[in-house]
């Protein structure tokens, strides 16, 4: 995070992580205390698990949580609701504007960081629960939850991140991961482990492999596993599809093995299983780029040898976020260039085939919690996306290059995401109702013997 704000949490975030853990550190855990096992299903809607019969899918591990355990009917989640601010309030219980990321790529306009993503730990400003896990005792996991390379609590860290796809990614992975622990569970497994870029079902059943085997050697009393595959499906060919419904079957396998696994090595262990956002079909993309460079907000380099595009110079550019736009100010006080580009955007908006569906401003931005370097933040229209990436020579609405997508403003009922929890202290059959995504971290470090200091909301009751 950039700016006063970010500067005023990277201080603080040590503070505030000494008096979330000295509590629970000072005294034996209690006795209702619980190992944890926490899985995340990117693009799991709650309606694919409550409704998975009339849907035409077989869950058998997934809904057996809905008998044996409590499930929320929707998460109500964050600004913007993508998967690695998303992942982040579940690990945090605090809001993207607090926690630090606040989009899954980081800001560059000038691409200078070659589509890097918020991978570090370092980003997260305020305590995690792999750092509330270790506070009260436990032993910590982790298998490709976003933004934990180098997240000092984990004892066993497989983090997520990738490059190039290149063979030496898995060098990268190797020397981020825990000294030793790739190749003691490649030996293990007789097998590699699934490069970061790998978003499909065999990286999904690869990680879930060698998670398994990360139970079985260390037994750590809090795990998380992030699975990506139903996200990646139904981005290519959009939700409620036969492929995405049967990639979505091959993780419901994956979790029941996790969960046989996690019970055989903690008989007590209580399991969630979440996830980030929901899903939406798109037809269109917007490219909100081209009316930005022909305004005169962007300046555009000549094109190299190759014919790629970059910015020159900005005064105001397009930060995307899937189904939504941050729009950010080279220079904030500037009145006249706020006015410019609120002209601009009012402009779009009066047009429905430009699809802007809502701008909010500051004032806004901040009540939801949403990215503090933002002046403006744009939700998108029924079918329409961002498009990623900029070409001057591309109009303001092409055709989308996705099927699927998230990213929209929270309020919008289609992006519900998961919550499910099972296992001793939690009652069976139990309706949650809808839940703020903040309410997942404090509730699961609770159930630990821990809290997190940084979370927003209270934990759930039971």
């Known amino acids: ?47 694919d698990v409550a409704q998975a019969g009339p849907r035409g899918l077989h869950l058998p591990n997934l809904t057996r949580f809905l008998a044996e355990g409590a499930h929320a009917d929707g998460v109500h989640g964050v600004l913007p609701t993508v998967t690695y601010p998303s992942h982040t309030t579940l690990i945090t219980g605090a809001v993207p504007a607090h926690h630090g990321v606040v989009n899954n790529l980081t800001f560059d306009p000038f691409a200078i960081n070659q589509d890097g993503w918020y991978w570090y730990a370092s980003d997260i400003a305020v305590p995690t629960l792999w750092d509330a896990a270790r506070a009260a005792g436990l032993t910590v996991g982790n298998v490709h939850w976003p933004v934990s390379v180098g997240a000092h609590a984990i004892t066993w860290n497989l983090p997520q991140i990738w490059r190039t796809g290149h063979a030496d990614d898995a060098k990268l992975l190797a020397n981020l991961a825990t000294s030793g622990l790739i190749p003691e569970l490649e030996a293990a497994e007789h097998g590699a482990y699934a490069p970061g870029i790998a978003e499909d079902i065999a990286g999904d059943e ?26 990646h499906q139904q981005h290519v060919d959009g939700p409620d599809t036969p492929s995405a419904h049967a990639v979505l079957e091959r993780i419901d396998a994956v979790v029941g093995e996790l969960v046989a696994a996690e019970r055989k090595a903690h008989p007590d262990a209580v399991i969630a299983v979440v996830s980030d956002h929901g899903f939406a079909p798109v037809d269109r ?48 006080q500037d009145q006249a ?28 931005i901040a009540k939801g919690g949403g990215n503090p370097q933002a002046a403006f933040y744009l939700n998108l229209a029924d079918g329409v996306m961002a498009l990623p990436y900029i070409n001057p020579l591309i109009p303001t609405m092409v055709p989308a290059p996705y099927k699927g997508m998230h990213g929209y403003f929270p309020d919008d ?37 821990g809290r997190l200091a940084g979370a927003e909301v209270a934990p759930l009751g039971f």
């Open 337 to 364: 260039l706020r006015a410019k580009v609120a002209a601009l955007l009012a402009k779009l908006q009066a047009d429905p085939a430009n699809g802007i569906a809502r701008t909010i401003t500051e004032a806004d």
């Open 206 to 231: 690869t990680r879930g492999r060698f998670a398994r085997r990360l139970i079985g050697l260390h037994h750590p009393g809090f795990l998380t596993v992030y699975l990506t595959a139903l996200d």
């Open 413 to 449: 009922p289609r992006m519900r995401s998961t919550f499910l929890l099972m296992g001793p202290g939690v009652p069976a059959g139990r309706n949650l109702g809808e839940v703020d995504m903040r309410a997942i971290a404090p509730t699961l470090a609770r159930i630990m013997g």
């Open 1 to 47: 995070m950039k700016g006063p704000l970010g500067f005023a949490l990277q201080v603080l975030a040590p503070l505030v992580a000494s008096l979330a853990l000295a509590p629970a550190a000072a005294g034996a855990r209690p006795a209702s205390a619980h190992p944890v096992l926490l899985i995340s299903i990117d693009g799991l809607r709650p309606g």
């Open 285 to 332: 993309a917007l490219n909100l780029f081209r009316p930005f460079i022909d305004a005169g907000l962007i300046h555009l380099a000549a094109p190299d040898p190759a014919g790629r595009v970059k910015i020159a110079g900005w005064d105001a550019v397009p930060w995307i976020s899937g189904g939504s736009i941050a729009v950010v100010l080279a220079h904030p």
